[in-house]
């Protein structure tokens, strides 16, 4: 398989996506009817910024672009290719098969399973050099672009982005992976069965929409999930599976907060789960299983 793809017959989202953007960009190319199983393909270049501890592809990039994938199959099955429907993420769960290499493109396609009059439903795949790297599966509420457009110029005339920080018992990660330190900072404590991490929004977070993009708060998610489990079992975790509900909208006006429970952890697995708030608001639920590793291995 090539190490790098043409992307001369790739597009990108117009409007720019402002967290996309800062992740990818990602690309992606519509073949035949949009409705159909494989009509849509889309492309991840990898990079340094995409890296994890171990130098893979970071879980929440996979999760961002299992987010995107799923956008642009569901969005396109349910507009027909027009680019006309926007896009809101209801569900999402994500099943972690191999890691991805840092430097070679990841790749998505899949299937529209049913589309309704608000709903989309569909899953597909995520290959790198025709390994399958994960599988992904979800739901998709479409609305119309052009009233999402106006909802962002409504959220613009709001006050401005104030000054943010973290508790005082709250301790920076300055060890933080590439990829999250890529994405912002972020704090955490350590609770008797998990932890709690907060981390102030920006504007760079947001989708098109001009609200928190979802593949950035589950990016920051995955990051807890692991950081509990690291410092609850003292093991090396790596994301195996991500299941998400979306619940309501974020805004880049103030710090996300989670809190993420360890319920249960064995030598090789922990089960986990959190709730991801903004101003007490409740915006993520999501679980996650964890593989855990020695550290000096």
Not at 201 to 218: A, E
Not at 261 to 275: D, I, M, N, Q, W
């Amino acid at each position: 398989m090539p190490d790098s793809i043409d992307l001369g017959s790739y597009s990108v989202f117009v409007p720019p996506d402002p967290f996309e953007d800062h992740v990818g960009p990602f690309y992606y190319r519509i073949t035949g009817d949009a409705r159909q199983a494989g009509s849509v393909h889309c492309v991840l270049p990898t990079h340094e910024r995409h890296g994890n501890y171990a130098g893979g592809v970071h879980g929440g990039a996979t999760l961002t672009f299992a987010d995107y994938a799923l956008c642009l199959v569901a969005g396109r099955a349910a507009d027909g290719g027009t680019n006309t429907a926007f896009a809101v993420t209801v569900s999402i769960a994500v099943e972690f098969l191999d890691a991805g290499r840092v430097g070679l493109p990841l790749e998505a396609s899949g299937e529209p399973l049913q589309v309704t009059g608000r709903l989309a439903f569909a899953r597909g795949s995520i290959t790198q050099q025709g390994r399958t790297i994960a599988l992904w599966s979800g739901v998709w509420r479409h609305l119309p672009r052009t009233k999402a457009m106006e909802r962002k110029e409504a959220a613009a005339a709001a006050p401005g982005v104030v000054a943010q920080s973290a508790p005082a018992d709250f301790e920076l990660l300055s060890n933080a992976s590439v990829y999250s330190r890529h994405i912002g900072p972020s704090y955490a404590r350590k609770e008797a069965d998990g932890a709690s991490l907060i981390q102030p929004t920006l504007p760079h977070m947001c989708n098109s929409g001009g609200v928190l993009h979802g593949g950035y708060m589950m990016s920051f998610a995955d990051s807890a999930v692991t950081r509990a489990a690291g410092l609850t079992t003292g093991m090396a975790p790596s994301t195996v599976a991500f299941a998400a509900e979306f619940l309501s909208a974020g805004t880049p006006t103030t710090p996300l907060a989670t809190r993420v429970e360890v319920p249960r952890h064995g030598k090789s697995l922990a089960f986990v789960r959190g709730l991801l708030e903004q101003d007490g608001r409740k915006l993520l639920s999501y679980s996650a299983t964890i593989k855990l590793w020695p550290r000096d291995r």
